[in-house]
């Protein structure tokens, strides 16, 4: 696997984490599946490779990748404007938070205990999604810059979505980390454009 295709992947958990933020804020429901998956890779410490932290394949980042490339694309009449909001938003919150040692060690601590959870009940389960939505208000959240969710506010006010949206988005923030320290830069976004639209060509076809 090349070094663009392994930052592809984490890129694709970004716009996956992306996704279904606006969808949750939006419709007001996505699979647990989808959740779960986006949930686990907080949790995984020392991956062998970069798919590891997926759970070993990719194959839940489709609607990611799927993200990805409309925004790659720049078609006008299908620009997914508010998940390439959050996506660059949290891209640039992670570089902040990367600065602050004190956030990263906190985090640690709070991801022994959602693992330690975990020994009991299931990852979606609403202990443990509020448990990662007070992780992000707790590190995220202090920092001048917010990601103001937009959509229907009969969803967003519900209390459950909306620590869903919040964990979601503390996820998207893991793989953007992941991403930069595979050597992610956001001018590959406007600069290797194409390159980007051939890999993910070849992830959304295997």
């Known amino acids: 696997?090349?070094?663009?295709?392994?930052?592809?992947?984490?890129?694709?958990?970004?716009?996956?984490?992306?996704?279904?933020?606006?969808?949750?804020?939006?419709?007001?429901?996505?699979?647990?599946?989808?959740?779960?998956?986006?949930?686990?890779?907080?949790l995984v410490r020392n991956p062998q490779d970069t798919l590891a932290v997926y759970g070993g394949d990719d194959?839940?980042?489709?609607?990611?990748?799927?993200?990805?490339?409309?925004?790659?694309?720049?078609?006008?009449?299908?620009?997914?404007?508010?998940?390439?909001?959050?996506?660059m938003s949290?891209?640039?919150?992670?570089?902040?938070?990367?600065?602050?040692?004190?956030?990263?060690?906190?985090?640690s601590q709070r991801l022994e205990q959602v693992e330690r959870k975990l020994a009991h009940m299931d990852i979606t389960s609403e202990s443990v999604i509020?448990?990662?939505?007070?992780?992000?208000q707790d590190t995220?959240?202090?920092?001048?810059?917010?990601i103001q969710v937009h959509g229907d506010m009969r969803f967003l006010q519900h209390?459950?979505?909306?620590?869903?949206?919040?964990?979601?988005l503390f996820a998207g923030i893991r793989s953007a980390r992941l991403?930069?320290?595979?050597?992610?830069?956001r001018w590959q976004l406007l600069f290797k454009r194409r390159a980007m639209l051939n890999a993910l060509q070849h992830r959304l076809a295997h």
Request: include cysteine; charge should be positive; charged fraction near 20%.
């Open 59 to 87: 194959y839940g980042l489709l609607d990611g990748y799927r993200t990805l490339q409309s925004a790659l694309l720049r078609d006008a009449h299908n620009l997914p404007r508010e998940s390439l909001r959050y996506a």
């Open 159 to 168: 209390d459950l979505t909306a620590a869903k949206i919040r964990a979601l």
């Open 179 to 185: 991403w930069r320290q595979l050597g992610g830069h």
């Open 130 to 136: 509020s448990s990662c939505a007070e992780l992000y």
């Open 140 to 146: 995220i959240s202090t920092f001048n810059q917010r």
């Open 1 to 42: 696997m090349t070094p663009l295709q392994e930052q592809l992947i984490a890129l694709g958990g970004v716009f996956q984490a992306a996704h279904l933020v606006h969808k949750l804020a939006t419709t007001g429901q996505i699979h647990d599946a989808a959740l779960a998956g986006m949930l686990k890779t907080l």
């Open 90 to 107: 949290m891209l640039s919150l992670e570089q902040q938070f990367s600065r602050r040692n004190d956030l990263l060690e906190l985090t």
